[in-house]
């Protein structure tokens, strides 16, 4: 390769001081050459400030270009006349050339678009008045196609190179994409804003690497705090739980914050101006470190005091119905039971006699049937015996019905004396009587004649005695019904009133 020597000791090399610098016949800028470090200067004559930038070492520029060139970033250094001292792969492909061409070069040399060349070229404008300070810009531009691209750039004052060029390094990265994308999330989240606004809820975010809570504006609402006064510390949420629910909620929290999962608790809270309201509060969580601790805990707080109230009112009217329903089945119980026992009474009732409290004819037929029943399972001997007043007509007659009345209450005191209690003694009808005793025959017909004699010496009163006649028969083992030896009894009883009355017949 032919090299042409620059004049020695008029271009030092800037980075080892050699005068042994050589042009390299190249196309690009770096056609200037230390024989020594291997350092690589300008050559263009009209490079402007552009002829005194030099690179480093070629090892140390290969790095450096290598660095630049696989950089998604636009990174540029503009002197102060506009020309590029540096471009990188990305920038020259922009402009649709190569960095080497780019070096001297300035905007209008790539640039036919007004707009986009008004833009580079104000792109170097104001750095410098800035103070030295480095400036960040974000730039949106309308592309030649009609696309619109966004853009972050720094821009830096420098001093460029060994000569110390007042210059400045642009850096601008298209964030077209991730403007997009951040565009859609803000538009997501303040959907999701607007929906726990409409909701209601107070909303809150805890990150617990550093205790710092944030909430949406009905958070303060339903703890009855104005927004500006309301400061939220890490336990405000815990302080304000009604004293009577904090261990249960406390309880579960903590379970919540310890293992993750999410959480939810009905309870009641303390609000600012002392109000006791009832909240649904839930949480969950929403970041969990590396070694999967939870670090990051979203929640949201409802009033839902209005239907606590409905439900308590609810269950009030449901005990109140409860309760009611117990009073119906208690006062059916007792009418039930008053019932039966009236019932009892009645049937009691309707199986005595009014006049003598004896049984009457309805009871004495039910005896009848149970111990014809009983004598067919056991052979349990009975007898009955039927006993009737005689001349009784007379009596009434005589004496008249009062007298006659306390004629028959007076046989029926006698009668029932004359018996145990296990046998039976019944007004049969109007003055007749029915005796069923546990007894054989022999026995009965003994117990009857007794009984006979005993009425007989027994006035009713001092002018008036009366006699019975009695007809008297045992159940035996071939009668086809009860009412056979009542049958017998009758058919004796009338033998005994043919026969002169106050007797007894077998
Ligand atoms: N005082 C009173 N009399 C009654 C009652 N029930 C029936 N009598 C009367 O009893 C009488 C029965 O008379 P009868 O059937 O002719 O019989 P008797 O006069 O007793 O004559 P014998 O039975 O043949 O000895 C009637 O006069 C009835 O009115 C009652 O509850 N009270």
């Known amino acids: 390769m032919a090299t042409e020597v620059v004049s020695r000791g008029l271009s030092a090399c800037p980075f080892c001081a050699s005068e042994r610098v050589v042009v390299v016949p190249a196309e690009n800028l770096w056609c200037a050459c230390c024989e020594g470090c291997g350092a690589q200067g300008p050559r263009k004559p009209d490079a402007g400030s552009a002829s005194e930038a030099w690179g480093g070492p070629a090892s140390y520029r290969k790095l450096m270009r290598e660095i630049l060139d696989s950089s998604a970033a636009f990174v540029a250094v503009k002197d102060m006349d506009g020309r590029f001292l540096l471009a990188n792969e990305a920038i020259a492909r922009l402009m649709g050339t190569t960095p080497g061409r780019m070096v001297g070069a300035c905007d209008a040399d790539f640039v036919s678009d007004p707009q986009l060349l008004r833009f580079y070229q104000a792109s170097t404008e104001g750095v410098w008045e800035a103070g030295g300070e480095t400036l960040r810009e974000e730039v949106s531009l309308t592309m030649p196609d009609g696309d619109v691209r966004h853009y972050m750039a720094l821009k830096k004052p420098m001093l460029f190179g060994p000569k110390k060029i007042p210059s400045v390094l642009i850096i601008a990265n298209d964030v077209t994409d991730l403007k997009r994308a951040n565009n859609e999330i803000a538009a997501r989240e303040r959907r999701y804003l607007e929906a726990m606004a409409a909701s209601g809820e107070g909303i809150w975010e805890m990150d617990l690497r550093n205790n710092l809570i944030s909430h949406n504006s009905h958070l303060p609402e339903i703890f009855g705090f104005e927004p500006e006064y309301f400061e939220v510390s890490d336990s405000f949420i815990l302080d304000r739980i009604h004293p009577e629910d904090r261990e249960r909620v406390e309880q579960s929290m903590g379970q919540f914050i310890a293992h993750g999962g999410d959480y939810e608790s009905q309870h009641r809270i303390l609000r600012e101006d002392g109000k006791v309201i009832w909240v649904r509060s839930r949480g969950s969580v929403a970041e969990f470190d590396e070694d999967g601790v939870p670090v990051r805990l979203i929640g949201s707080i409802r009033d839902i005091t209005q239907r606590?109230?409905?439900?308590?009112?609810?269950?009030?009217?449901?005990?109140?119905?409860?309760?009611?329903?117990?009073?119906?089945?208690?006062?059916?119980?007792?009418?039930?039971?008053?019932?039966?026992?009236?019932?009892?009474?009645?049937?009691?009732?309707?199986?005595?006699?009014?006049?003598?409290?004896?049984?009457?004819?309805?009871?004495?037929?039910?005896?009848?049937?149970?111990?014809?029943?009983?004598?067919?399972?056991?052979?349990?001997?009975?007898?009955?015996?039927?006993?009737?007043?005689?001349?009784?007509?007379?009596?009434?007659?005589?004496?008249?019905?009062?007298?006659?009345?306390?004629?028959?209450?007076?046989?029926?005191?006698?009668?029932?004396?004359?018996?145990?209690?296990?046998?039976?003694?019944?007004?049969?009808?109007?003055?007749?009587?029915?005796?069923?005793?546990?007894?054989?025959?022999?026995e009965a017909l003994q117990l009857a004649e007794g009984i006979r004699r005993q009425v007989e010496v027994t006035p009713v009163s001092a002018n008036l005695t009366i006699t019975i006649s009695i007809g008297v028969s045992q159940v035996q083992e071939g009668d086809s019904d009860a009412t056979d030896a009542l049958r017998r009894a009758d058919k004796l009883l009338y033998q005994a009133k043919e026969e002169g009355r106050n007797c007894v017949r077998a």
């Not at 109230?309 to 329903?325: F, M, P, V």
């Not at 003694?425 to 005796?435: H, I, K, Q, S, T």
């Open 308 to 442: 606590k109230r409905a439900e308590a009112s609810l269950e009030e009217a449901r005990q109140k119905l409860e309760q009611t329903n117990n009073q119906l089945e208690n006062l059916v119980e007792e009418r039930t039971s008053e019932l039966v026992q009236l019932n009892l009474e009645l049937q009691s009732l309707a199986r005595r006699d009014a006049l003598t409290g004896l049984a009457n004819r309805l009871a004495a037929d039910e005896q009848l049937l149970q111990e014809y029943a009983r004598f067919g399972r056991q052979l349990q001997p009975y007898t009955v015996m039927l006993v009737d007043v005689d001349h009784f007509k007379q009596v009434n007659d005589t004496f008249g019905h009062a007298i006659g009345d306390r004629a028959l209450i007076h046989i029926a005191q006698l009668l029932q004396s004359s018996l145990r209690e296990t046998d039976v003694v019944a007004r049969y009808g109007g003055e007749e009587f029915l005796l069923l005793v546990h007894t054989g025959e022999q």
